[in-house]
């Protein structure tokens, strides 16, 4: 039986304009009971002009696919947007996208057709993912008159369930993604880059996979949020 979120989907793709949204609607979510090692995932970040979704702006995308248990690196996709405005100095101090770089960027709606695309079909891993699921639904309401559907792996929520399930004490700090990088023993990138953000919450996702995984697999719904 199809999952009530790609049952939402069907719903929306019937109003859906041709186009992006459309193309991205009529493609089916994976059910909910497939071994999470037979799913395709895109691992996606976002680096913004700030942290409020209502006003501020997506500065840069970056993103790579998962295949299964695999890091498809052929798939890997950085984009700096252009905005319409000065970047805040705390913000660009973060992510080092200074306002002459994001003048040169390219358009949002372009940028967001190529992650739709890319997206479709897929579940969508992010670490923290309530900013990445909130700015782009946000965007595809402006650009398509219709937010973003997708299921979603947030890498954070996973941590903490474990920390939960465990009883391991942990502070705040213990959640951040290059520190539950460090507690699986995996590469460490540079902070806020969207790209190798992504790409270290993909890791994050496969190792925290295997840790649960016994060998026999796990369905998909165990990793959703």
Excluded at 34 to 57: H, P, W
Excluded at 72 to 90: M, Q, T, Y
Excluded at 151 to 164: G, H, I, K, N
């Amino acid at each position: 039986m199809l999952n009530l979120l790609d049952w939402r989907r069907r719903w929306q793709l019937r109003s859906a304009h041709p186009g992006p949204m459309g193309a991205y609607l009529a493609q089916p979510f994976p059910l909910t009971k497939t071994d999470y090692r037979e799913v395709e995932y895109l691992a996606i970040d976002l680096e913004t002009t700030g942290l409020d979704i209502a006003k501020d702006l997506i500065l840069s995308v970056g993103y790579v696919g998962v295949r299964g248990t695999s890091i498809d690196l052929s798939s890997a996709r950085h984009r700096v947007v252009r905005i319409d405005r000065s970047i805040p100095e705390a913000t660009a101090v973060i992510h080092q996208i200074t306002d002459d770089e994001a003048a040169q960027g390219g358009d949002l709606a372009e940028i967001l057709e190529e992650l739709l695309d890319a997206l479709a079909g897929k579940v969508m891993i992010a670490h923290h993912a309530r900013i990445e699921r909130g700015f782009l639904t946000n965007a595809c309401k402006r650009l398509w008159k219709q937010g973003l559907l997708m299921p979603v792996v947030d890498t954070q929520a996973l941590a903490l369930r474990t920390f939960e399930r465990r009883q391991t004490p942990f502070k705040a700090s213990d959640l951040r993604l290059h520190a539950l990088g460090d507690r699986y023993n995996l590469p460490r990138y540079g902070a806020h880059n969207a790209l190798s953000d992504a790409l270290a919450s993909a890791e994050l996702f496969l190792a925290q996979a295997a840790y649960r995984d016994n060998g026999d697999g796990l369905p998909l719904r165990e990793f959703l949020c």
